[in-house]
């Protein structure tokens, strides 16, 4: 008899545990359906649709009695949010939404909605990429001393090649690319001791007077790929190109995403580049033979931007050499050619690849040898983009 009690009490306790746990798990998923985070997609009368940080759509009715809030991007809560009206809401807005557990009505209602306006997140972004442009130094790893805190980065190229030392705290924010991804967005935290020599960083902070020392705020690094060949293939419907790398004379295929920059070199300026890169041309040469703009540049360039271009060569000239490359003209996959040579910076992988980016009209350049660390600085520095590591967005 007090066998059979116990072993109901045991079947209780079990039970009572089981109920217990299934309630915690129905709690959860009520609090995780209670708000939603997203971007704004549809409006229609009282109703916005969101599609969420987790690629679902959802439509919810948002009454005339709900709170909205706009805040400004990096705001960490409501103390100064401004009170906004619904007709204020647009598409491409990031939205905060707290859903109604008193709704009565079929659709789901919002009780709160909290906004950070599209205008305000791109203007937030200019800002960023400016104060990275600025305050920033981007160039490849040389030695890391987790000890110190310090990361000696080379920057430049050829003859414009330079040491700075970037040194980190506890309050520095430090963050990897993920494997696989050129998105900034996707970038995680990690450790001074994940960042290697040869990779890719970019540092943002205050520097001395001469720039050789920078007290990193922030530090983004990830391990990337240089790959420089010809062009065997091109499929304009996977956005593939199968290059030769010249390096390991096997074949790599490089994935041209929306986020990968594609520019191209006109002769007259790789010529003059690789020149200047091999130490052959002083440093005023540019512009003394540019003169502002060098002859035939705008008709090599083939295009917009090849005037601005042209006219920009010499003041670039006399500078770095990676200011020289953020003026090519911008192409698409479609403008390459099978057969023509190409530099790519791209995810680290051994046959399969996403590009980051994608430099055409490079003949010249692969005689140069220094032309392989200006392209993976310029790519961090100032290629342009998210993926080139402009700063948060």
Known sequence: MRGRVKQQRKYARVYALSVAMV?????????????FMGSVTGISGNTLTVKTDAGEQKTVEVPAEATLKRIE????????AATMVFTDLAV?????????PNATGTAPQASLVVAIKQADVAKKQQQDQADWQKRGVAGLVKS??????????????????????????????????????????????????AVHSGDQLRARGTKNADGTELDAEDVVSGTFRNVAGTINAIDPAAQTIVVKDL???????????????????PDRMAQMLAARLKGTMPAGGWQARSGGGAPGAGAAAG????????????????????RFLSMAPTIKLADLQKGEAIMVVATDGATDVNAITVLAGVEPLLEAPAATNLLSNWSMGGGGGEAAGAGPQ
């Open 92 to 100: 491409g807005d990031r939205v905060l939404v707290k859903l109604d």
């Open 144 to 193: 890391v001393d987790p000890a110190a805190g310090t990361i000696i980065v080379t920057t430049g190229a050829g003859p414009t090649t330079k040491t700075v030392t970037v040194k980190t705290t506890k309050t520095t924010t430090l963050k990897r690319y993920a494997p696989g991804s050129v998105r900034f967005a996707d970038a995680q935290s990690a450790p001074l001791d």
């Open 303 to 322: 295009g917009p931007g090849g005037g601005q271009f042209a006219g920009q060569g010499g003041g670039a000239g006399n500078g770095d050499p990676q």
């Open 23 to 35: 309630c915690c798990a129905l709690l959860a998923q009520a609090q995780t359906a209670a708000r």
């Open 73 to 80: 991007p990096g705001q960490k809560d409501l103390s100064s």
């Open 247 to 265: 390096a390991t004379k096997k074949p790599v295929t490089i994935h041209v995403t929306a986020d990968a920059q594609l520019h191209r070199i």
